[in-house]
């Protein structure tokens, strides 16, 4: 079943606190090199599954692969080759930040001195304040230097960048592409869509625990409606019988509709049939993406659009 | 009416704006902290009339008594000059010294928790941008200050009243003063430092420094009249005479001292940016050493190591200074001979008396080991072991860095003491260290348990904190009550031998250091099994 080209495999995971199921039967799966998007909802259960990728929880049932290895019994060799950046980090009041750095960077077994002052110039960062001096973003980006220097084949981010302004966010997003471009794999869990949209070459939508969709952003946007507007020559005709479509307006020669995508072909048949004089048509944004995952009332059209990749 | 232009710092309006808010949620998050400390502290005064009368039930003995302190400088340093042979008046000696000190500390934590803690925390920000006056939050501490010292004079002054209503409640007030002169000057000191423990120990430093000054001025002259005495607080406190014709007007130098040190916190406050302080914190260097998780346990809590080797050796050599003293002190009393032979065994004073404080500086080392062990659990909540367990260290290795510090730090503290006593004392090094290695296996039972409890759930940790304060009140109160054999040996420490003097009896010491294995390696085991909690 463990394919080698898999950074994460995860199939099937459930985790209860009590009577709260954070994670209701989850999977994910990472191939080797890729940026892997995580999204859902606060609560949705990402830093949970993050947690049990870690080792810091054990999960209740389901398989979880990390690198190859169970992430709870071989804990400590698979943090070797793993790098995380939690969504809050917490500092020792008493350390400076070049000191937690280059201990998390000895902790994971290595760091390339050259690329830690390197990425320090580039994140802006002043080494030499106490851990209770720093900001929030400064407090990440001491975790993201650490990451990013060390010698590691996996980085868990989990909402790394909530708190970086947006020259800093540009400043990530390179060094994000750089581990990519070294053949390294990045899970990011965000709730920023742009960057997600800019990094990830799949994404994995998460709600309650479950995982909804997951895929390329190409793939994931043929599963949802294109807005389709046209001015035609005569009166449409058929439209209404044709599989996938919705919304239709039809005023006079205009016709205004929603089509899901993959139906998209015959609609625009039916369409020239009657003759185009104008036309336009807009895929879905990344937001009406999101949104229709997000959103509870919208339950009954995702469990009919489920299509986990596998 | 002050308009927006005409605003100058400090003369603006509504600088106290919900000081009466603030109040009353600093009051509810203190609801056990304060009533606890008031109480324990009330307690150990309002014990000593009968606890004395058990020990010098005639008026000849404690004249006795009264008599041998003049001449006893080393005793006099420790407890203070004895000014009447009145019940009374010997309960304000034996306890006013000491229930100075917890009331001043008791208020420095609370002053501290309030102001300081808040800014470095971050919560104070959000509160200032409420409806909240600049000098609402600090007014409020004190005032939270102010209430539990008022509640502290209040119970030694009923306690006490049967041995004369008036003198009760100076010695009441003069309590009290102590702690509010040390919360206002935990109130200046929050000002110019940016982190609370940084400023908790600067405050304790000042504490320390006054109980100094009173014990040297003590020392060298009887009856508090040597100048050392007067500028100490604490010394204010034994010079206020309470019982023995008191002088109430002692009491304006505690109003004096609050209200100067009030009015510059005050003026600080008012001048200072939230989350700012007067000192600048010193950066830190750019690159670390740190490269393990037990080096990073070590360079977390070696303040705390310094700090108890510190105090436990100066304590060592105190009493161990005292040893010879003492026997001369107690003398023919019958009463106190039993209940240092109750405490520290049958065999001469000496050693007795060695024996019962190398077992009272056992029981504080508890609470040492507890603290300690509980490291683990304050960096797991706060969430910063979760990073450091995300790099290759295995939980074993991340906790036994911290434990190695709680453990072989409880026996490197304990020999400290012995070096202590064995200095103070001037001879018997080898059965000195002895017993004081002894304590080692009470110590390692208390901390095996405080592992146990941590290693099942996080939430069941503090629980270690009530078995420290059990074994320290059984150890502590125990034997001067006569407590039954029963009750003493609910304590590890009830079953470790009396030394020096008394038999070594290897099985219970052995035992127990098994127990203390057995606890820690169940401990590790579940902490290994476990969620780890995200805070």
């Not at chain 1, 954070?22 to 799966?29: E, P, V």
């Not at chain 1, 993959?262 to 048949?269: E, G, I, P, T």
């Not at chain 2, 982190?195 to 504490?207: D, K």
Request: some cysteine; charged content about 20%.
């Amino acid at each position: 079943m463990t394919k080698a080209n898999l950074a994460i495999e995860v199939s099937g995971l459930h985790k209860s606190f009590g009577r709260t199921h954070a994670l209701d039967g989850l999977d994910l799966t990472v191939e080797t090199g890729e940026v892997h998007g995580f999204l859902g909802p606060n609560g949705a259960g990402k830093s949970t599954a993050i947690r049990v990728l870690l080792g810091l929880l054990r999960a209740d049932a389901g398989a979880a692969r990390v690198l190859g290895r169970d992430p709870w019994a071989d804990a400590v060799e698979v943090h070797r080759r793993i790098a995380y950046v939690p969504g809050d980090v917490t500092l020792w009041r008493n350390l400076s930040g070049g000191e937690v750095i280059d201990l998390y960077g000895r902790l994971r077994g290595g760091l390339d001195a050259g690329r830690r002052a390197e990425l320090i110039e580039r994140f802006e960062l002043d080494p030499t304040k106490k851990g209770r001096t720093y900001s929030k973003g400064n407090r990440q980006k001491v975790a993201l230097v650490a990451a990013f220097a060390s010698d590691v084949d996996l980085l868990i981010l989990d909402e790394p960048t909530s708190g970086l302004d947006p020259l800093m966010e540009e400043v990530f997003q390179r060094c994000v592409r750089e581990e990519r471009d070294r053949g390294r794999t990045v899970l990011l869990s965000s709730h920023i869509l742009s960057e997600v949209e800019e990094l990830c070459d799949r994404v994995s939508i998460i709600r309650k625990g479950v995982t909804v969709e997951s895929g390329s952003l190409t793939d994931l946007r043929h599963l949802t409606r294109t807005t389709v507007t046209a001015e035609l020559a005569g009166p449409p005709g058929g439209l209404a019988r044709l599989p996938g479509v919705h919304d239709l307006d039809i005023q006079g020669n205009r016709v205004h509709l929603q089509v899901d995508t993959d139906k998209l072909n015959a609609v625009l048949r039916s369409l020239t049939d009657s003759g185009v004089r104008s036309l336009t048509s807009t895929p879905p944004t990344l937001e009406e993406l999101f949104l229709r995952h997000y959103q509870d009332d919208v339950q009954a059209a995702v469990a009919s659009g489920v299509a986990v990749a596998r | 009416m002050t308009t927006a232009f005409a605003v100058r710092p400090g003369s603006s309006t509504g600088q106290l704006t919900g000081t009466g808010t603030l109040l009353r949620f600093a009051l509810r998050r203190d609801r056990v902290m304060v009533p606890v400390w008031v109480a324990v502290t009330g307690l150990m005064v309002l014990s000593m009339p009968n606890s004395l009368k058990s020990l010098y039930g005639t008026g000849a003995e404690r004249a006795d008594l009264m008599r041998q302190m003049a001449t006893n400088s080393s005793l006099r340093a420790l407890i203070g000059p004895v000014f009447d042979d009145s019940l009374g008046a010997l309960t304000a000696w034996r306890a006013g010294v000491y229930a100075g000190v917890l009331a001043a500390v008791m208020s420095l934590l609370v002053v501290i928790r309030h102001t300081r803690d808040e800014e470095e925390s971050g919560r104070q920000e959000l509160i200032a941008s409420g409806t909240v006056g600049r000098r609402a939050s600090l007014t409020a501490a004190l005032l939270t200050a102010a209430v539990a010292n008022g509640g502290l004079a209040l119970l030694v002054t009923l306690g006490l009243a049967g041995q004369g209503a008036a003198s009760a409640a100076a010695f009441g007030l003069g309590i009290a003063g102590v702690g509010t002169v040390f919360a206002t000057m935990a109130a200046v000191v929050a000002q110019l430092t940016e982190s609370a423990r940084l400023a908790r120990g600067l405050t304790a430093g000042v504490l320390g420094a006054a109980f100094v000054l009173r014990a040297a001025g003590d020392a060298s002259e009887d009856g508090g009249s040597s100048v050392l005495t007067w500028l100490s607080p604490l010394g204010w406190l034994e010079n206020e005479r309470s019982f023995a014709d008191e002088r109430w007007w002692v009491l304006l130098l505690f109003v004096a001292a609050t209200a100067v040190q009030g009015a510059v916190a005050y003026e600080l406050a008012g001048r200072r940016d939230v989350g700012m302080s007067f000192l600048p914190t010193r950066p830190g260097p750019a690159a670390g050493r740190l490269s393990t998780a037990g080096a990073l346990a070590w360079r977390l809590q070696r303040g705390s190591v310094l700090g108890w080797s510190i105090g436990f050796f100066l304590t060592g050599v105190v009493y161990g200074g005292l040893a010879e003293g003492m026997a001369d002190f107690v003398g023919d009393n019958e009463g106190a001979r039993a209940m240092f032979e109750r405490m520290g065994g049958q065999s001469g004073l000496t050693n007795a008396f060695l024996a019962s404080m190398i077992g009272m500086l056992g029981l504080f080392a508890a609470l040492y080991v507890v603290a300690a062990v509980l490291r683990l659990h304050g960096e797991e909540t706060s969430g910063r072991a979760e990073p450091v367990l995300a790099n290759a260290v295995g939980r074993l290795r991340w906790a036994g860095g911290h434990l190695a510090v709680a453990f072989a730090g409880s026996v490197w503290i304990m020999l400290l003491a012995g070096l202590g006593f064995v200095l103070g004392h001037g001879r018997s090094a080898g059965p000195i260290l002895g017993a004081c290695l002894v304590q080692v296996a009470g110590i390692w039972v208390v901390g095996g348990v405080a592992v146990l409890l941590y290693g099942l759930s996080p939430r069941a940790a503090s629980g270690a904190w009530g078995l420290a304060g059990a074994v320290l009140l059984i150890g502590w109160i125990g034997p001067a009550l006569n407590a039954p054999r029963a009750v003493l040996d609910l304590s590890p420490f009830g079953h470790l031998p009396k030394l020096p003097g008394g038999e070594m009896e290897w099985g219970p010491v052995l035992s127990l250091t098994g127990l203390a294995a057995v606890l820690v390696a169940g401990g590790l085991a579940a902490l290994r099994r476990r969620d780890q909690s995200s805070g």
